[in-house]
């Protein structure tokens, strides 16, 4: 049996009983809808889709790849590895083989009839050296940037998608209590975070979290304890942690954990792409009462951002009034950071990505809408000695909210 008739006879079986949950066509359908409408009151008349995520969430597919999405007609997905599977996970119609990057205009061409006198392409992340690429391959098409509409596309959750969150929370819910089981005094913080990450991936977890961005990097989790937690880096966080070396200086470190020490695990988890992100805070015995005293304002923060969370309350007024909670509770210097370096949101949109939209930020004035998932994570720092927070992922109701991160708020305390 060749390649190609195993694909279609076996893989499906095997991945399907594996728990593989294919992308459904009217789902696909959905946001092609709300992209073109996008695409439509800024005048383009097609989009070629080359980021992966994007590309992932129009088409249910991450084989390396290019979509073309034509206002009229049918989406073209052309795939350079691997096509059979491609067509496997895709509920597209037309799916073809991309031999060469020099064949896209013939395949449009192809299958459109034409070529596009305006093209769209995701100028934010899109390479300076491809996109001179794309302008060799079609001379004379006015290129216009559809990053803004493909993250205002994607902003909105559909049920498919928070089941999937739902799940990522869920794995994260029994990485944390196994990790109540594994924590000792004596780990360095990165043992610490390696077993929580071998937990999480017994449990499902991808073992990636995706940004939109061109030098981001981490893990998939922050372990700060202590000191750790007081330090500041590259990440725009309101604590970075020391890192293993000056070329990773982010996150878990070679720290000793010690016993009544604050121990903040920032833990993200993703499954079938989709995010859930959650911070809460270990100790091993009871933590100092400063510590202690500091979480509950966290606490009292984020259940003030819950009591606003609903259609139509503007995401900007949100964190502006986290800020006047925070000074009213005599946490004004260590909210969100050291004073100079505090971070300015209080909340990021999480889905395929963790910086989509809605940013309960500052100069981020716009409505939280039904069906936005974001999370919110209050945390103070006192720089030198330590930090606490509380983080959990919320996907807006039609009246309120619902959390995506079901574990309980208390202390993990060993």
Not at 6 to 29: C, I, N, R
Not at 315 to 341: R, V, W
Request: with cysteine.
């Amino acid at each position: 049996m060749n390649y190609q008739d195993w694909v279609q006879l076996e893989l499906e079986d095997l991945s399907t009983s594996l728990g593989f949950h294919y992308t459904p066509k009217e789902e696909v359908a959905g946001r092609l809808t709300r992209l073109r409408s996008g695409m439509k009151n800024k005048g383009i008349e097609a989009f070629l889709v080359v980021q992966k995520m994007d590309y992932y969430y129009l088409s249910g597919s991450t084989q390396n790849g290019i979509l073309f999405v034509p206002l009229e007609g049918k989406p073209l997905l052309m795939v350079k590895r691997e096509v059979e599977r491609a067509r496997l996970e895709s509920p597209l119609e037309e799916v073809v083989e991309l031999k060469s990057i020099r064949d896209l205009p013939s395949l449009i061409q192809d299958h459109w009839g034409r070529l596009p006198q305006t093209l769209g392409l995701e100028l934010d992340v899109l390479p300076v050296n491809d996109y001179f690429k794309y302008e060799s391959l079609f001379p004379g098409a006015r290129f216009m940037d559809t990053s803004l509409i493909i993250r205002d596309t994607r902003k909105i959750k559909s049920p498919f998608e928070i089941d999937l969150m739902k799940m990522a929370g869920e794995i994260g819910r029994k990485t944390y209590q196994k990790g109540r089981e594994m924590l000792k005094e004596g780990m360095t913080e990165i043992e610490f975070g390696g077993l929580l990450e071998a937990a999480a991936k017994m449990y499902g977890h991808e073992g990636i979290l995706r940004v939109r961005s061109l030098n981001y990097e981490a893990y998939s989790w922050h372990v700060l304890s202590g000191s750790s937690g007081g330090i500041v880096s590259q990440s725009d966080s309101p604590m970075g942690g020391l890192g293993l070396s000056p070329a990773f200086p982010v996150g878990a470190s070679r720290k000793v954990m010690k016993a009544h020490e604050p121990i903040l695990v920032d833990f993200g988890t993703c499954y079938h792409g989709y995010q859930a992100d959650e911070t809460r805070m270990f100790s091993i015995g009871e933590m100092e009462d400063k510590f202690i005293d500091a979480y509950k304002v966290c606490q009292e923060i984020h259940d003030a951002v819950l009591e606003e969370t609903r259609p139509g309350t503007d995401c900007e007024a949100i964190f502006q009034h986290t800020l006047q909670l925070a000074e009213k509770l005599g946490y004004k210097n260590s909210y969100l950071g050291p004073p100079g370096l505090q971070t300015r949101f209080i909340g990021h949109g999480i889905g395929l990505e963790l910086n989509e939209f809605p940013f309960l930020s500052q100069g981020h004035s716009y409505p939280l809408e039904e069906g936005m998932t974001f999370a919110i994570e209050p945390k103070i720092v006192f720089p030198g000695e330590g930090s606490v927070g509380l983080e959990n992922t919320v996907v807006v109701t039609q009246d309120g909210y619902d959390i995506l991160t079901p574990l309980e708020h208390d202390i993990l305390k060993v």
